[in-house]
């Protein structure tokens, strides 16, 4: 079974190989009329690697400290068309990433189990952090593959 910081390095290069692997305009179109286009996923990957980033330094440096959720959709919104290019969404959620592995392989064994309050889900610990986020990016390379018919 792959070690969480294993799964955490394998999404980048999941990526690229959509990015380089795909038309260029397949990444525009919806797979359905409610569901995001392939380009908007990764754009929220990258925006998700940021607020997951912040929690995880959070509970890290304050345990017991509230971690606020946030609206995903409301941050698609506004903050997906700011990539023009796709490549401007992936390397934001490539050098997000590094620094994210970089902490969780610098994690004491203690640091695993320090918590933060979740406006939404409670208490979690920074291993529950770290599993969601390998379990977040698992639910969008699937919705990727859907979106682009791979």
């Known amino acids: 079974m792959p070690s969480v910081v294993d799964s955490l390095r394998a ?22 009329p409610n569901e995001w286009n392939a380009a908007t996923v990764i754009a929220h990957m990258a ?25 995903e959709g409301k941050w698609a919104d506004r903050f997906g068309p700011l990539d023009d290019e796709l490549a401007g969404a992936l390397a934001r959620f490539r050098v997000l990433r590094q620094s994210t592995i970089a902490v ?3 994690l004491a064994d203690e640091e695993w189990e320090r918590s933060g309050l979740h406006e939404q889900y409670g208490e979690l610990t920074v291993r529950q952090l770290v599993n969601r986020l390998v379990a977040h990016d698992a639910t969008h390379l699937d919705q990727i593959r859907a979106a682009l018919g791979a």
């Open 47 to 71: 925006d998700a690697e940021l607020v997951y980033a912040v929690r995880i330094r959070s509970v890290l440096t304050q345990p017991g400290g509230l971690l606020p959720a946030f609206d």
């Open 104 to 106: 969780v392989e610098s």
């Open 11 to 32: 999404t980048v290069p999941a990526l690229v190989s959509f990015v380089t692997g795909s038309r260029p305009d397949t990444f525009q179109r919806r797979p359905a």
